[in-house]
């Protein structure tokens, strides 16, 4: 076999990955690589680990998914756990207690799908597993990583009497995560403003923070919601991180509209006998 096929490989599970969070409907970017030949040989060649025998390059493949907010890298990391076979032990999770103040690593290793073997053609090649790497990150972490792995990570010499300098660059890194979680919180009070003032589909809108196609709610669920808030209420409260797994788990695959999400949350969640009776008598049955 030839060496281009990693990349053959990457795209594969790329393409798997893409369609899994798609489901999910959680808003995200994708970025992915296969070490070619001559980065496989420096990495060999610079640790005598691999020669040895004693560890084995996991990263030939490359997948990075960036996610707009934190309180979805648990769901992700769980989501991806139930499609590959993951190398608990060769993960690297950073779980830093309260005191500490330094970038948080969300790098794991999964094995490749049993049918997707490959050769590579070079000496070395038993130093290479049959895995891949993915590392999971945010949007505003992720030009940080960038500029941190690129001018800090690959040249430590250049820090080493730097201390002050490199912690105010971490100091950074703990503003970004900050902001992070205070703009959930700001989407979550814009969630509640919009409650107050019955308007239904902004109040999801900005509660569930999904890639929905189409908002429209139409004019009788609206008035369902307008004529019993109570009823609203319970929509409100349904907690997102279960929707999206209960959505992924019953093998959601009606077009990702809001009244679709609405049908579905009521469905298995609320049973409100009013909207069931507009719901689709298929969908109910699917679901319930």
Known sequence: MKATLPNLMEKRVVSDITDTLNKLGIMYRIFSRAKTISSLDKKISSK????????????????????????????????????YCERKKDASIDDLDDNTFKPVRYNLVYELPNNSN???????????????????????????????????????????????????????????ETSEWTMIRILEDVAYKHYKQKNWEAMLRQKLRLRIQDFDLGEEINQLFHSNTELAKKFFRVDRETLVTELYKKGFDYPLTLKNIVFFTNTVFVRDTRILELTPEEFVEEYT
């Open 118 to 176: 490959y050769t590579l053609d070079f000496k070395n090649a038993y130093c290479v597993d049959n895995t891949f790497e993915l590392q999971i990150r945010t949007v505003l972490s992720e030009g940080w990583h960038e500029v941190e792995h690129d001018l800090r990570y690959k040249f430590q010499d250049d820090w080493s009497a730097s201390h002050i300098e490199s912690r105010k660059l971490n100091g950074v890194y703990a503003s970004l």
């Open 48 to 83: 005598p680990k691999y020669i040895e025998g004693r560890s084995k390059i996991q990263d030939l493949i490359g997948v990075r998914v960036v996610l707009y907010f934190p309180d979805d890298i648990e769901l992700v990391h769980k989501t991806m756990t139930k499609i």
